[in-house]
């Protein structure tokens, strides 16, 4: 289902007392397509039917993160239960990109039917899709996947995840426009099981309070080039766009946080609805995803417009998290699904790779919902673009 609400080479700032203004950044790129974009095929483990997929490299492997997922029966047809939020890997070769079965990128690992993120007490969690006896229902539905923060030497990976406590009516109308934003802690062991998940156990509920501050890394997220900072984009009901960085080792101390407001970075978070800290340009408003292009030497948002339902790509560019951010330009548009929110979830995937021995790929991905003989259907089609 489409959500309501899916960086970063900075100089970390050590957080003081007053806020310290950044230098002038030179103007960001406008990239170009070479050629024409392939249409690989689709992401897919064909036991299930699943909504909005994001991907993180872990453990050199790619770690898929869904939202609404359901069974599907020997007779092909997607059937309950719901589960709010589902996980897969998919398989990388010896130079880091996508192993296809033909036309199809495969998905494995063992759900056991249970959301990957574990639905709370309060949040209707006696069912796997988080309904409620009402009607309405809690949509703890991922925008962003996991950002890796630190890998072991033993091979340990450690990710979070923020995700908007949503609750919602049956016509996906938000009963709180900007709820509390919980904190999930993802943590990989190399000694589990192939097929092994990785752990998931919620650090906070209210790692942002509901009506009082922004959702930053619900919006969009990465780590500095040099591993050293988190960037954490939020969103709220309004839409402003806002950004915080945080130690990356810190992730879970909010004392640790800087908030970039009237371009500048304080460690006094700003309120939700504070009107000094909109950073222009950095999405074209819908979901998508952020990440560094070595040879741009530039940060990228790769994604889809504001209230759009159409596979329609859009990129921005900027030297720098907080920008000056290129406007959003479309460069690519896919095949949308025929059903009334026919495409959506649009996603840059450089978990599959795009920059070796010199390459500049990217990997997209996006959500086709399509009707068939009367039922719904889920896919994740996988397209390459090659740039200029």
């Known amino acids: 289902m489409i959500s309501s609400a899916t960086l970063l080479t900075a100089l970390f700032l050590s957080a003081t007392s007053t806020a310290t203004v950044l230098p002038p950044r030179v103007a960001a790129v406008n990239p170009v397509v070479s050629g024409t974009p392939q249409v690989l095929g689709v992401v897919s483990d064909p036991t299930l039917d699943r909504d909005s997929c994001g991907s993180s490299l872990i453990g050199g492997r ?165 591993g050293s900072t988190a960037y954490l984009y939020g969103k709220g009901s309004s839409g402003t766009i806002a950004l915080a960085k945080v130690p990356v080792g810190s992730i879970e101390d909010k004392t640790q946080y800087q908030f970039y407001e009237n371009g500048s970075w304080t460690p006094t978070p700003p309120s939700l609805n504070a009107s000094d800290i909109n950073v222009p340009n ?65 996603q840059a995937n450089p978990a599959l790779g795009g920059f070796e021995d010199g390459a500049n790929d990217v990997y997209l991905t996006y959500t086709k919902n399509d009707v068939i003989n009367g039922v719904g259907f889920y896919s994740t089609p996988l397209i390459k673009v090659s740039w200029e």
Request: one cysteine or more; aromatic letters at 12%.
């Open 62 to 226: 790619v770690l898929w993160a869904c939202r609404d997922t359901e069974p599907v029966g020997s007779d092909g047809i997607p059937t309950l239960p719901v589960i709010s939020s589902t996980a897969s890997w998919s398989d990388l070769d010896s130079s880091g990109l996508p192993v296809l079965d033909g036309s199809t990128y495969p998905m494995y690992g063992n759900n056991n039917e249970e959301p990957f993120y574990p639905l709370q007490a309060d949040e209707c969690d006696d069912n796997s899709a988080g309904g409620c006896s009402d009607g309405t229902r809690y949509a703890i539905w991922p925008d962003t996947p996991p950002l890796v923060t630190n890998t072991a030497a033993d091979g340990t990976v450690t990710a979070y995840t923020w995700i908007r406590k949503a609750h919602i009516t049956d016509s996906l109308t938000d009963l709180a426009p900007d709820p509390d934003t919980s904190l999930y802690k993802v943590v990989y062991s190399p000694s589990a099981a192939h097929d092994a998940l990785p752990a998931v156990t919620i650090v906070d509920e209210a790692f942002w309070a509901a009506d009082e501050q922004v959702p930053y890394g619900a919006y969009g997220s990465i780590v500095s080039a040099d």
């Open 282 to 346: 950095a999405s074209a408003g819908g979901q998508g995803t952020y990440f560094f292009s070595p040879p741009w030497e530039r940060y990228v948002w790769i994604g889809q417009a504001g209230i759009s339902v159409s596979a329609d790509f859009f990129v921005t560019t900027a030297p720098a998290p907080e920008g000056p951010w290129a406007a959003p330009v479309q460069f690519y548009s896919a095949e949308n699904g025929n059903a009334t929110l026919g495409a959506y979830s649009l």
